[in-house]
């Protein structure tokens, strides 16, 4: 089995080498970025908020759940028992789905985030949509996985801001017609 593949070499590496801050890092970087463009653009600070934390939910997800489906693609391939080829049994396709499930939703969550920066208010229902199914899927794995708790708060959160952003203008309204005092 390849070094990186086995869950227990992180246990014995400093912080500063686990490949998982690292991964962290880029997601926490990748959403300054969309921040700041949201910034630059103008918008209010609720719709900055609520559109970036969705941003950071969908890489959050995409990202997390990518590295899940490899990782366990990888240590089905080259953890070989007796020698033999890989393994497909239900739990190798159980584990795969459910991760390709949560990258679906990742991805949709980000296409959200991007219909949210361009105005287009139809980026709510996909970003709720997406939250809720992550929260269906999630929810059942609080007793099995730490993850799963991880999953549900990060998706209430993301209800949360969805619902920030259903209570906000998508645009701030600026009367042009300047009000003139009528003289009788």
Known sequence: MPWF??????????????????????????????????????????????????????????????????VILGLHIFERPNGDGPVYNFHLYSLILLGSVLIFQGVRSLRAALMLKAGDENGLREARR?????LAVAVPLI??????????????VNLAAVKLLAARPATKEKSDVREVPVTA
Do not use: C, D
């Open 143 to 156: 007793p099995i996985q730490f993850f799963g708790m991880v999953l549900t708060v990060l998706s209430l």
């Open 5 to 70: 593949l086995n869950p227990n070499i992180y246990n014995k590496l400093p912080i500063y080498q686990n490949p998982e801050l690292y991964l962290f890092i880029f997601k926490l970087a990748a959403t300054l970025f969309f921040g700041v463009l949201l910034w630059k653009r103008g918008i209010s600070i609720g719709r900055l908020l609520g559109t970036t934390y969705i941003f950071f939910f969908g890489t959050f997800i995409t990202v997390m759940l990518f590295m899940h489906n490899l």
């Open 130 to 134: 997406a939250a809720l199914i992550v």
